[in-house]
C-alpha cells in the first residue's frame, strides 16, 4: 500500500501565514500539519509516500528533507497549480495509482492519532472516512445506504439543510484499492478531465462513479474521532483549541467566552442558559420569519424599548435595552460615581468597570458565602459609598434575598440616598419564581434610587440574541443609559423574539418550574460526590468547594480531557478564602447533568 499525499494549492485564505509557505507546513498546537500526517503514516506499512506538490513546492521539499528515513518519501510536480485543482494534481500521479492500493489524503486535514489504522485494518477493500454533519462542515457531502456504503455524492447546488440528518461529509482521506483506481476511477478521471477541464476536484470524479454505477465505496464514521479541515485563520485557531493538549485547550475554550457550537459534543456546563425555553414552537416561529428578519433593518432605541417595556409589563420610560445585559452594565458603571459595595465572590463585570479604590468590598463570614440585607446594611452602615451592587440570587453562589417580602435593604438604600443596582438575571428561577422580580410601576416609583438590570440570555434561554434590560424610575438616569448606547443596538431577531414572547409566557414560567425541579435533583446527585462540597443555590448553578485529592483546577481539567465536559473554575474569583478551591456548574437539562455526574462518579 502507498499513500498520496495533495499539497500543491496556494492555500490563500490563510492569508500571510501561507504567503512564504504551503498550508500543510502551517502550525497546530506547535506541529505543522505535514509534520503530524508524516509522523501517523509511518506507523503504517507502506511502500511509499508519494506528495503532490505546486506552490512553495521546494520549500516544503527542504523542510521534509531526509527527517523521515522509514518512509520512502517522491514527489510529483504540479508546476499550473494556480490554474488547476487537486484533480489534476491527482491526474500528474495516474501511473503511480496503478501500482498499488492508496491511502489518499489531503495535506490540510488534522486528525486523530488511530484514524489511518482505522481505515487500513478495515476489511473493505474500498473506503471513505465520514463524520456525520455538524454546522461547521463545508464541503462534499454524502448519503449512506442501510450497508454503510456511500450511496451518493451530494454537491454543493444539492446541498439541503433539510435533509442534513442524513448527511456525512467526507474527512477527505481515503483507502483505494488498486482494482477500483484502475477499473472506475482513473478512467472516469480522464473523461472528467476533458469534458469539465482542470480545475475541478477529485471527489466529483467519484460523485460521477456512485451515479453510474455501484462503485462499493464504503463509509466508514469516525464515531468522536476527532479531525478537521484548516481552510482559513478561524479553521486554524478552532484546530488548534481541538488538538492542543487539555491544559492549553482549557485555557482557549475559557479565554473565548462561548462559540463552543464550533466544538463538536462540547458539554457546556460554564455558561448559565436555561436549556427549557424557548420551546420549540417558539422557534420554529422565529425561523419562519428569518428571511425578512435577515434582510430588513431592525427598529431603533424607542421601539425596542417599548417592546421591553411591554415584554416585563412596565412603563417605557422607565426602560432602556442592551446589547445583552454587558452593554448596560458598561453604561451604568460608567455613570455612577463616588464608590460602590460590592459583595464577594460575586459575578465581576461591574466591578472590573472600576479603579479598584472605587469598591468597597463584604464578604460573607460563613462557609456558604450566604448573606441577608441585614447583614449588608451592618456592613455598609458606616462605609462611604454611593452605590451598592447586588446580584440577587448572587453568582457564583446561589445566594437569594427576597426583597418582595423583606424590604429592609430598599428602603435603607433610600433613606441613605445611595443607589442600588439591582441584577436580578436569575430571580425567576428562585424559590417563587417570576413573582420575586421588582420589576414593577409602583416598586420602581417608590424606590427610585433602584435601577434594576435583567439579563435575558440567561433565564430565558436566548444568549445568542444579546438581550438585556435595564429599568428604574431615574428617568434622567435610563436617558442618559439610551443616548449613550447606539441607536440599531439590538439586531432584528432580538426585535422579534421580545415581540413574540408574550404569547409563550406561560411557557417560559413552566420552564423556571422544570429548572427548579431540575436543580433540586442535581443537587441531591452532587451531594453524593466525595470530593464535593455543594452550596444551596436558588439560581440554575452550584457553587461547589472541591475537595482532596482534586483542586478546582485539576478537576476541570479531568472533565475536559476525559469527558468534554467544561466547567467553570473559580480560583481567579476574588472572595474565597486562601487555601480553599470553588468550581461552579451549570444546570443543564436532566440528560446532560446525568451525563456529568456518570463522569464525576468515575472519578
Given at each position: 500500500m502507498q499513500a498520496i499525499i495533495l499539497a500543491a494549492g496556494l492555500g490563500r485564505r490563510l492569508g500571510e501565514l501561507t504567503a512564504d509557505n504551503t498550508k500543510c507546513m502551517v502550525?497546530?498546537?506547535?506541529?505543522?500539519?505535514?509534520?503530524?500526517?508524516?509522523?501517523q503514516l509511518c506507523a503504517l506499512d507502506l511502500k511509499r509516500v508519494v506528495i503532490i506538490i505546486g506552490y512553495r513546492g521546494d520549500k516544503l521539499r527542504d523542510f521534509i528533507g531526509q527527517r523521515y528515513p522509514e518512509?520512502?518519501?517522491?514527489?510529483?510536480?504540479?508546476?499550473?497549480?494556480?490554474?488547476?485543482n487537486n484533480i489534476y494534481s491527482l491526474w500528474l500521479a495516474k501511473d503511480l495509482l496503478t501500482e498499488d492500493d492508496t491511502l489518499l489524503l489531503e495535506s490540510d486535514i488534522i486528525f486523530e492519532e488511530g484514524m489511518l489504522e482505522m481505515l487500513v485494518e478495515d476489511p473493505n477493500p474500498d473506503v471513505a472516512l465520514v463524520a456525520k454533519y455538524e454546522p461547521w462542515m463545508d464541503g462534499t457531502m454524502v448519503r449512506l445506504d442501510n450497508d454503510s456504503y456511500i450511496s451518493s455524492f451530494v454537491p454543493k447546488s444539492a446541498f439541503s439543510y433539510s435533509d442534513i440528518e442524513s448527511y456525512y461529509k467526507t474527512v477527505n482521506i481515503y483507502k483505494l484499492s488498486r482494482r477500483f483506481i484502475g477499473l472506475y476511477y482513473l478512467p472516469f478521471l480522464e473523461a472528467y478531465i476533458k469534458a469539465m477541464g482542470n480545475n475541478e476536484y477529485y471527489e466529483q470524479v467519484l460523485r460521477v462513479v456512485t451515479m453510474i454505477d455501484s462503485c462499493n465505496i464504503k463509509g466508514l464514521p469516525v464515531n468522536g474521532l476527532k479531525w478537521y479541515e484548516i481552510d482559513d485563520v478561524q479553521d486554524l485557531r478552532i484546530a488548534d483549541t481541538i488538538f492542543s493538549d487539555a491544559e492549553r485547550r482549557l485555557s482557549m475554550l475559557q479565554k473565548s467566552f462561548g462559540g463552543y457550537w464550533r466544538y463538536a459534543g462540547l458539554k457546556d456546563f460554564c455558561y448559565l442558559v436555561n436549556p427549557y425555553f424557548p420551546t420549540g414552537r417558539m422557534l420554529d416561529e422565529m425561523q419562519a420569519n428569518f428571511e425578512p428578519l435577515l434582510r430588513q433593518y431592525p427598529s431603533g432605541m424607542d421601539t425596542n424599548t417599548l417592546l421591553a417595556s411591554k415584554y416585563f409589563g412596565i412603563k417605557q420610560s422607565f426602560t432602556a435595552i442592551g446589547n445583552g445585559a454587558a452593554e448596560l452594565i458598561k453604561e451604568l458603571m460608567d455613570l455612577t460615581e463616588g464608590r460602590l459595595g460590592v459583595t464577594i465572590p460575586t459575578f465581576e463585570?461591574?466591578?472590573?468597570?472600576?479603579?479598584?479604590?472605587?469598591?468597597?468590598?463584604?464578604?460573607?463570614?460563613?462557609?456558604?458565602?450566604?448573606?441577608?440585607?441585614?447583614d449588608l446594611i451592618d456592613y455598609f452602615s458606616d462605609k462611604n459609598i454611593s452605590a451598592l451592587l447586588l446580584i440577587n440570587p448572587d453568582n457564583p453562589s446561589g445566594n437569594f434575598i427576597p426583597l418582595i417580602d423583606d424590604k429592609s435593604l430598599l428602603e435603607w438604600t433610600k433613606s441613605r440616598g445611595i443607589r442600588l443596582i439591582l441584577d436580578e438575571s436569575f430571580v425567576d428561577f428562585a424559590s417563587g419564581g417570576m413573582a420575586n422580580s421588582l420589576l414593577h410601576?409602583?416598586?420602581?416609583?417608590?424606590?427610585?434610587?433602584?435601577?434594576?438590570?435583567?439579563?435575558i440570555s440567561k433565564s430565558y434561554g436566548v444568549p445568542g440574541l444579546r438581550l438585556g434590560a435595564a429599568a428604574s424610575a431615574d428617568t434622567e438616569l435610563i436617558g442618559l443609559i439610551r443616548r449613550r448606547c447606539a441607536i440599531w443596538n439590538i439586531n432584528s431577531f432580538a426585535e422579534y423574539y421580545m415581540q413574540i414572547f408574550g404569547k409563550?409566557?406561560?411557557?417560559?414560567?413552566?420552564?423556571?418550574?422544570?429548572?427548579?425541579?431540575?436543580?433540586?435533583?442535581?443537587?441531591?446527585?452532587?451531594?453524593?460526590?466525595?470530593?464535593?462540597?455543594?452550596?444551596?443555590?436558588?439560581?440554575n448553578y452550584f457553587l461547589c468547594e472541591v475537595l482532596a485529592p482534586f483542586s478546582a483546577h485539576g478537576l476541570a481539567l479531568k472533565l475536559l480531557e476525559g469527558y468534554n465536559i467544561l466547567i467553570k473554575d473559580c480560583s481567579a474569583k476574588r472572595g474565597?478564602?486562601?487555601?480553599?478551591?470553588?468550581?461552579?456548574?451549570?444546570?443543564?437539562?436532566?440528560?446532560?447533568?446525568?451525563?456529568l455526574i456518570r463522569a464525576l462518579r468515575s472519578l
Amino acid at each position: 500500500m502507498q499513500a498520496i499525499i495533495l499539497a500543491a494549492g496556494l492555500g490563500r485564505r490563510l492569508g500571510e501565514l501561507t504567503a512564504d509557505n504551503t498550508k500543510c507546513m502551517v502550525k497546530v498546537d506547535d506541529v505543522t500539519l505535514i509534520d503530524r500526517m508524516l509522523r501517523q503514516l509511518c506507523a503504517l506499512d507502506l511502500k511509499r509516500v508519494v506528495i503532490i506538490i505546486g506552490y512553495r513546492g521546494d520549500k516544503l521539499r527542504d523542510f521534509i528533507g531526509q527527517r523521515y528515513p522509514e518512509l520512502d518519501i517522491m514527489y510529483v510536480e504540479n508546476q499550473i497549480y494556480e490554474s488547476t485543482n487537486n484533480i489534476y494534481s491527482l491526474w500528474l500521479a495516474k501511473d503511480l495509482l496503478t501500482e498499488d492500493d492508496t491511502l489518499l489524503l489531503e495535506s490540510d486535514i488534522i486528525f486523530e492519532e488511530g484514524m489511518l489504522e482505522m481505515l487500513v485494518e478495515d476489511p473493505n477493500p474500498d473506503v471513505a472516512l465520514v463524520a456525520k454533519y455538524e454546522p461547521w462542515m463545508d464541503g462534499t457531502m454524502v448519503r449512506l445506504d442501510n450497508d454503510s456504503y456511500i450511496s451518493s455524492f451530494v454537491p454543493k447546488s444539492a446541498f439541503s439543510y433539510s435533509d442534513i440528518e442524513s448527511y456525512y461529509k467526507t474527512v477527505n482521506i481515503y483507502k483505494l484499492s488498486r482494482r477500483f483506481i484502475g477499473l472506475y476511477y482513473l478512467p472516469f478521471l480522464e473523461a472528467y478531465i476533458k469534458a469539465m477541464g482542470n480545475n475541478e476536484y477529485y471527489e466529483q470524479v467519484l460523485r460521477v462513479v456512485t451515479m453510474i454505477d455501484s462503485c462499493n465505496i464504503k463509509g466508514l464514521p469516525v464515531n468522536g474521532l476527532k479531525w478537521y479541515e484548516i481552510d482559513d485563520v478561524q479553521d486554524l485557531r478552532i484546530a488548534d483549541t481541538i488538538f492542543s493538549d487539555a491544559e492549553r485547550r482549557l485555557s482557549m475554550l475559557q479565554k473565548s467566552f462561548g462559540g463552543y457550537w464550533r466544538y463538536a459534543g462540547l458539554k457546556d456546563f460554564c455558561y448559565l442558559v436555561n436549556p427549557y425555553f424557548p420551546t420549540g414552537r417558539m422557534l420554529d416561529e422565529m425561523q419562519a420569519n428569518f428571511e425578512p428578519l435577515l434582510r430588513q433593518y431592525p427598529s431603533g432605541m424607542d421601539t425596542n424599548t417599548l417592546l421591553a417595556s411591554k415584554y416585563f409589563g412596565i412603563k417605557q420610560s422607565f426602560t432602556a435595552i442592551g446589547n445583552g445585559a454587558a452593554e448596560l452594565i458598561k453604561e451604568l458603571m460608567d455613570l455612577t460615581e463616588g464608590r460602590l459595595g460590592v459583595t464577594i465572590p460575586t459575578f465581576e463585570e461591574y466591578v472590573n468597570r472600576l479603579p479598584a479604590d472605587r469598591v468597597v468590598a463584604f464578604s460573607p463570614d460563613n462557609d456558604s458565602f450566604s448573606y441577608t440585607s441585614k447583614d449588608l446594611i451592618d456592613y455598609f452602615s458606616d462605609k462611604n459609598i454611593s452605590a451598592l451592587l447586588l446580584i440577587n440570587p448572587d453568582n457564583p453562589s446561589g445566594n437569594f434575598i427576597p426583597l418582595i417580602d423583606d424590604k429592609s435593604l430598599l428602603e435603607w438604600t433610600k433613606s441613605r440616598g445611595i443607589r442600588l443596582i439591582l441584577d436580578e438575571s436569575f430571580v425567576d428561577f428562585a424559590s417563587g419564581g417570576m413573582a420575586n422580580s421588582l420589576l414593577h410601576d409602583d416598586i420602581l416609583m417608590k424606590y427610585p434610587n433602584m435601577c434594576v438590570i435583567k439579563s435575558i440570555s440567561k433565564s430565558y434561554g436566548v444568549p445568542g440574541l444579546r438581550l438585556g434590560a435595564a429599568a428604574s424610575a431615574d428617568t434622567e438616569l435610563i436617558g442618559l443609559i439610551r443616548r449613550r448606547c447606539a441607536i440599531w443596538n439590538i439586531n432584528s431577531f432580538a426585535e422579534y423574539y421580545m415581540q413574540i414572547f408574550g404569547k409563550y409566557e406561560a411557557d417560559y414560567r413552566h420552564a423556571c418550574r422544570v429548572i427548579a425541579d431540575v436543580r433540586d435533583r442535581m443537587f441531591r446527585q452532587l451531594s453524593d460526590i466525595p470530593f464535593l462540597r455543594v452550596i444551596p443555590s436558588q439560581a440554575n448553578y452550584f457553587l461547589c468547594e472541591v475537595l482532596a485529592p482534586f483542586s478546582a483546577h485539576g478537576l476541570a481539567l479531568k472533565l475536559l480531557e476525559g469527558y468534554n465536559i467544561l466547567i467553570k473554575d473559580c480560583s481567579a474569583k476574588r472572595g474565597f478564602p486562601a487555601g480553599k478551591q470553588y468550581v461552579r456548574i451549570a444546570v443543564r437539562d436532566t440528560s446532560d447533568n446525568d451525563e456529568l455526574i456518570r463522569a464525576l462518579r468515575s472519578l
